[in-house]
T-cell receptor, first 111, second 113 residues
Framework: DAKTTQPPSMDCAEGRAANLPCNHSTISGNEYVYWYRQIHSQGPQYIIHGLKNNETNEMASLIITEDRKSSTLILPHATLRDTAVYYCIVRGASGTYKYIFGTGTRLKVLA | DAGVIQSPRHEVTEMGQEVTLRCKPISGHNSLFWYRQTMMRGLELLIYFNNNVPIDDSGMPEDRFSAKMPNASFSTLKIQPSEPRDSAVYFC???????????FGDGTRLSIL
């Protein structure tokens, strides 16, 4: 499983876009990128995932570079409730279902 | 839709006692995962099942830990005997098809005194 690297913390002003980067330079061709967040000690909440193409849903957008070695999660209009730890995970398409969580990025949305 | 349901939400017990954590996966999901989260080690996978069969238990810390999945709608994680270092939040997650995301329960906060 590919390893991911994220900045330990970021701040974002309320109402602005939050851009959270993730480096996964050892990703394989069949590995997906998943994003989760965890608020306080609640269970991790699924946000979005993708393989090659950029993806968008009601929560966020995921931008994956053409070489797939990095990605960015975009929260278009951050609110105070988006304050959380955000995890970027890379997982294979076949065989193992395992997620390996890193230390994530602690996003603080400021009023 | 009901999500992953875990019980109890909180458990406080004395060292040496047996602890049983329970999980009901989302209906129709065929893979179930047990994770543990501590400040020191973060979120780590303990074991996962596919179609009720344990696939990878390499994350189970030691023989005091055991997990079962007697049917598609129920799993237990048991610690016997419990120790203070087992204090953590234990999460259960489930998923269906390959490449679909795992969905997590709200966790069980376990404190061993």
């Amino acid at each position: 499983d590919a390893k991911t690297t994220q900045p330990p913390s970021m701040d974002c002003a309320e109402g602005r876009a939050a851009n959270l980067p993730c480096n996964h330079s050892t990703i394989s061709g069949n590995e997906y990128v998943y994003w989760y967040r965890q608020i306080h000690s609640q269970g991790p909440q699924y946000i979005i995932h993708g393989l090659k193409n950029n993806e968008t849903n009601e929560m966020a957008s995921l931008i994956i570079t053409e070489d797939r070695k990095s990605s960015t999660l975009i929260l278009p209009h951050a609110t105070l409730r988006d304050t959380a730890v955000y995890y970027c995970i890379v997982r294979g398409a076949s065989g193992t279902y395992k997620y390996i969580f890193g230390t994530g990025t602690r996003l603080k949305v400021l009023a | 839709d009901a999500g992953v349901i875990q019980s109890p939400r909180h458990e406080v017990t004395e060292m040496g006692q047996e602890v049983t954590l329970r999980c009901k996966p989302i209906s129709g999901h065929n893979s179930l995962f047990w994770y543990r989260q501590t400040m020191m080690r973060g979120l780590e996978l303990l074991i996962y099942f596919n179609n009720n069969v344990p696939i990878d238990d390499s994350g189970m810390p030691e023989d005091r830990f055991s997990a079962k999945m007697p049917n598609a709608s129920f799993s237990t994680l048991k610690i016997q005997p419990s120790e203070p270092r087992d204090s953590a939040v234990y999460f259960c997650a489930s998923t269906g098809q390959l490449n679909q995301p795992q969905h997590f329960g709200d966790g069980t906060r376990l404190s061993i005194l």
